[in-house]
């Protein structure tokens, strides 16, 4: 199973700032992910993080709220825009390898961002 | 559109109790089914994965089953412990390339 790392774990912003979260797996991965889940919610997809081009985004997210880079098949980076209360959540990356036939999904340990 | 539904939404078991967590879906057509287990504040930790073609799973005291074509799956936890408390989620995923889908999940607290 893939291990993956993410920062910061947690984080309090204040609001119409930024942050960027950070996701390192330590194998080469096909598929990476972020997720939202706000609180006492269940997962909701934002996009897929594509290696070398822009990212594809879930109904009701775009790319200037929540611009994605993935610059290698190891690391991907979210960030959350011009934040609002709103956003406070807990931001999960996600990995999958397309060449397993079993296609199992594996997570970060997720990024908790308060926003006052 | 697939959808995912996990009951009940809160279980409360004392030590040592053996129980189920059901998950329904609508679409019967499903490529794998996914467990996971998730601690208050953390990410999602896989539990156990069965593929379409599977009945069902096991690891130590955990067994998921899967009937596909009345869309459902449980997780049966044996000999319940403390540490077994937190939130268990299942995720559906439809095709090879397509997307999980997940449950609301099911908050299972195991008391001493």
């Known amino acids: 199973s893939a291990v993956i790392s993410q920062k910061p774990s947690r984080d309090i912003c204040q609001r119409g700032t930024s942050l960027t979260i950070q996701c390192q797996v330590d194998?080469?991965?096909?598929?990476m992910f972020w997720y939202r889940q706000q609180p006492g919610q269940s997962l909701t997809l934002i996009a897929t993080?594509?290696?070398?081009?822009?990212?594809?985004?879930e109904s009701g997210f775009v790319i200037d709220k929540f611009p994605i880079s993935r610059p290698n098949l190891t690391f991907s980076t979210l960030t959350v825009s011009n934040m609002s209360p709103e956003d406070s959540s807990i931001y999960l990356c996600?990995?999958?390898?397309?060449?397993?036939?079993?296609?199992?999904?594996?997570f970060g340990p997720g990024t908790r961002l308060t926003v006052l | 559109k697939q959808e995912v539904t996990q009951i009940p939404a809160a279980l409360s078991v004392p030590e040592g109790e053996n129980l189920v967590l059901n998950c329904s879906f609508t679409?019967?057509?499903?490529?794998?089914l996914q467990w996971f287990r998730q601690d208050p504040g953390k990410g999602l930790t896989s539990l156990l994965l069965?593929?379409?073609?599977?009945r069902e799973q096991t690891s130590g005291r955990l067994n998921a089953s899967l009937d596909k074509s009345s869309g459902r799956s449980t997780l049966y936890i044996a000999a319940s412990q403390p540490g077994d408390s937190a939130t268990y989620l299942c995720?559906?995923?439809?095709?090879?390339?397509?997307?999980?889908?997940f449950g609301d999940g099911t908050t299972l607290t195991v008391k001493p």
């Open positions: 993080a594509n290696q070398g081009s822009e990212a594809t985004y």
């Open positions: 996600s990995v999958e390898d397309l060449e397993s036939v079993a296609r199992e999904q594996f």
């Open positions: 194998s080469q991965v096909t598929m």
């Open positions: 069965i593929q379409s073609s599977q």
């Open positions: 679409d019967s057509a499903i490529y794998n």
């Open positions: 995720a559906v995923r439809n095709t090879n390339a397509g997307k999980s889908t």
